[in-house]
């Protein structure tokens, strides 16, 4: 999964030597939160107009955690 995020992140902006995906340890919900730091420039990149490829971001991070059955949260630092 952080794979995953990775490489999403370091296509979507012009700095990727800067994009770092870290991962939480798992809550007592069980849910996992991913955080994606990227440079300041690019938050706009990764955001989107109206948060919509952040929205996506997390949206394929939820159906690939289905598949091995664990819950996921992403957020953008």
């Known amino acids: ?3 995953l995020l990775t490489i999403i992140a370091k296509g ?3 700095d990727p030597e800067a994009v770092t995906v870290t ?6 919900e069980g849910v996992i939160v991913f ?4 440079a300041e420039d690019d938050m706009g990149r990764i955001i989107g107009k109206q948060g919509r490829i952040a929205k996506a971001i997390r949206t394929i991070a939820r159906s690939a955690a289905v598949r091995n059955e664990q819950k996921v949260m992403v957020e953008i630092d």
């Open 1 to 3: 999964m952080k794979d």
């Open 12 to 14: 979507l902006v012009e």
């Open 23 to 28: 991962e939480d340890a798992p809550n007592e």
């Open 35 to 38: 955080h994606i730091h990227v």
